[in-house]
Structures are given as C-alpha cells and as structure tokens.
C-alpha cells in the first residue's frame, strides 16, 4: 500500500556537483598543563580520519592506502599533528589570553579550514576561521591576506597574527592549493563512500490529529537535499515550516518539513504530496498526504487500523484484532529507531543530536 503511493523516479541526471573539504581544529589549554588538541578531517560529512598530538586515525581502508600512496600527505599530517600543531595552539592561547587580558585557567580554541570545489566549473573557494572560547573570534581574508575580527576582543589579536606574514602565506598555500587538491585525491579514492547516492525513506508522521503533518525523509546521502509540500503539483510554502538536515549515526541524513493542516479540508488533502529530492542528482521520492499512511502513535489501535477493527468486530473475533494489533506493532518497531524521537518528543530528539 505505502510502496505504490511512494513513486520512485530513478533517472541517473547529475546536475552541479560541490564537495567540501573542512578541517576542524580543537584545542584547550588546562591549568599549568600543555595545551590538548585535536584535528578531525571531514568531507560532505563523511569523517575521513583524525588526529592528536601522538596518534593518526583513519576511518577508511581506502583512506589508509591513500595516505600509503601520498607520504607527503601522510608527513604533512603526522608533522602538524604531532610536533607543530600542539606548540602552535599552546603559543596561539597564552597569546590571545595576553591579548584579551584574561586569567590562566581552561580555554578552548577552534579552527575551521574550508574548501569548496565545484566539480562543474572547477571552481574552489576556502575560508579560514578561528573561534575562541566558543565564539567566532577571526576569519582569514584571503584576497587580502589579512584578518577579519568576528568579536570586539579579537582585534589586537588581529593586529598582532598580520605581522606574522610568513604564517599568512602558509594559510593561503593550505587553502587555495593543499586542501582542494587532497579533496580531488579523496573523492577518487574514496569514490565509493564519497560518491554514492542512497535515497532516504520518506514518512508521513502526525503526534496528535490536531498537529501539523510532518514530511519525514531520512538515510539519505550526499546531504544537499530538497524536501518540500507540493498542492496540485506545484511547490507551496502555505502553512510549511521546513527544518534543518541533520545527519544520522551510520553517515547518511535526514530532514522533515511540517505542513499545518488546520485550516485544509479533508476533502483538499489529495492535492498535496510531500517530494523529496536529491540535488545531486534528479532522483526523487513522492509520497501522497493521505490519512492511511501517517504514522502515529495517537490513539493508534482504531487511527491504523479502524477499517480492520469495524470487519473484525462483525465477525466477533476480538482475538484477531489483538493479532493484527501486534503486526502492527511489530512493522512499526522496525522504523521506530528512526523515528522514536520524533513521535514522541522533538526536543528529545533535537538533542541526540
Ligand atoms: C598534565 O596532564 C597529564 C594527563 O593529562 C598528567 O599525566 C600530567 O601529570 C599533567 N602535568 C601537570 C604538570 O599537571
Ligand atoms: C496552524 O494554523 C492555525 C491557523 O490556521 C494556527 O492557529 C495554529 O497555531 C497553527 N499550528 C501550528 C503548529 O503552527
């Protein structure tokens, strides 16, 4: 019943293609004690390996025979890992802790290095940001190579890292040629994981019969996705509200967009449909607002399966209904990992997040 409202269009059109490279630094300073830190490589989502000041971590088999085949990728990583990037992160917060004049004690300093390739027009685009103490601190001005201050604290800092030149050069050759080119090397050895496309499962889901309907779709990848209500084919924004794509535990995504039906007749309900669609591709998932396939868990034994209880009953077999009951439960449970949170509470599920 679900699969024939679900219209499935595999049609293997790719259209503009970007991938993301992004290098995520994280150190903290501990009272009388050398600075912790950690660097973490990801791309589209996909946490290719990390390291710290003694180990080198790969998430991929292929990310190992990567680094195997590139030495001076694997030097450039266990070289900044474990002797330059601790001293650097050490020097960087006792000198911003000067610079803003603050106490000894626990600080926390991040770093984001970011490049975007457009694989259609081959075109890269890098950002360099700091943050400190979990607040935006500077971002690196590429063309102008000198650094932009994000909070009022951070501008004698700002003023003291644009004497430091050769280090600007050093940021620029990271950004602008390093980083696009170990994306490019990534996504041919990583194609497999990198490349792939995985349609997610689209649900309709509804807490109580007052709710808004929410357009569930999760386990897809890449993460750039559209998921949108249609009325009579075409996209509305009417009563939608769309949420953001968060991304799942196994490394897929999913996101959901709520259409509040208060005030749409019932008899209307056939004109909408809920489209999922992947932008890398014209791959799509349509599924139909139609009472029989929301899922909830208000009042569920006679909202499912109503039709099947009011048969049942004729027939006087209350022991049937028990047993369709627990079919119910059972195809439910299947999805209920994914949907639990949602069903029951969405802050809940905001929060394992
Ligand atoms: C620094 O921390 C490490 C463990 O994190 C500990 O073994 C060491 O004793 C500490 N050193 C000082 C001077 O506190
Ligand atoms: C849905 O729309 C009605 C009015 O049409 C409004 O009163 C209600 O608050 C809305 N519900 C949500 C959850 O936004």
Redesign the pocket.
């Known amino acids: 019943m679900i699969r024939l409202l679900c219209l499935l269009l595999l049609c293997n059109i790719f259209l503009a293609e970007i991938h993301v490279l992004n290098i995520y630094y994280t150190a903290s300073s501990k009272a009388k004690n050398n600075t912790e830190f950690e660097l973490v490589l990801d791309i589209d989502g996909n946490v290719l390996g990390s390291c710290d000041h003694e180990i080198l971590k790969t998430n991929y088999d292929w990310g190992k025979k990567m680094l195997n085949d590139y030495r001076e990728v694997h030097e450039f990583y266990t070289v900044q890992c474990f002797q330059i990037l601790p001293r650097f992160f050490d020097y960087k917060i006792s000198s911003v802790r000067k610079d803003t004049s603050q106490p000894e004690g626990v600080h926390i300093f991040q770093r984001i290095d970011r490049c975007n390739f457009d694989e259609d027009t081959g075109e890269v685009d890098s950002s360099m940001r700091f943050g400190y103490d979990g607040e935006d601190f500077l971002e690196l001005d590429l063309d102008k190579l000198s650094w932009v201050a994000l909070s009022p604290q951070a501008a004698q800092t700002k003023r003291t890292w644009e004497t430091e030149i050769v280090e600007l050069h050093f940021y620029k050759e990271l950004l602008t040629y390093k980083c696009p080119l170990w994306l490019k090397i990534s996504l041919d050895y990583g194609k497999s994981v990198l490349r792939r496309t995985d349609l997610p499962s689209v649900s309709l889901l509804q807490k109580t019969p007052s709710?808004?309907i929410r357009c569930h779709a999760t386990g897809f990848y890449p993460y750039r996705a559209h998921l949108f209500w249609r009325k009579d084919g075409q996209e509305t924004h009417e009563?939608v509200?769309h949420g953001d794509i968060l991304p799942n535990d196994d490394g897929s995504f999913q996101m959901m967009t709520?259409l509040?039906v208060?005030?749409i007749n019932i008899e209307d309900w056939r004109r909408f449909d809920c489209v999922f669609h992947l932008s890398s591709a014209a791959d799509k998932v349509i599924i139909k607002l139609d009472k029989s396939v929301i899922k909830t868990n208000y009042g569920r034994a006679h909202q499912k399966t109503a039709p099947i209880v009011a048969t049942v009953l004729v027939f006087g077999a209350v022991a049937i209904a028990v047993g369709i009951f627990a079919v119910c439960k059972i195809k439910k449970k299947r999805t209920d990992h994914r949907t639990f949170g949602i069903l029951t509470n969405s802050s809940s599920q905001e929060a394992s997040f």
């Open positions: 709710s808004p009563d509200e709520d509040n208060s005030s």
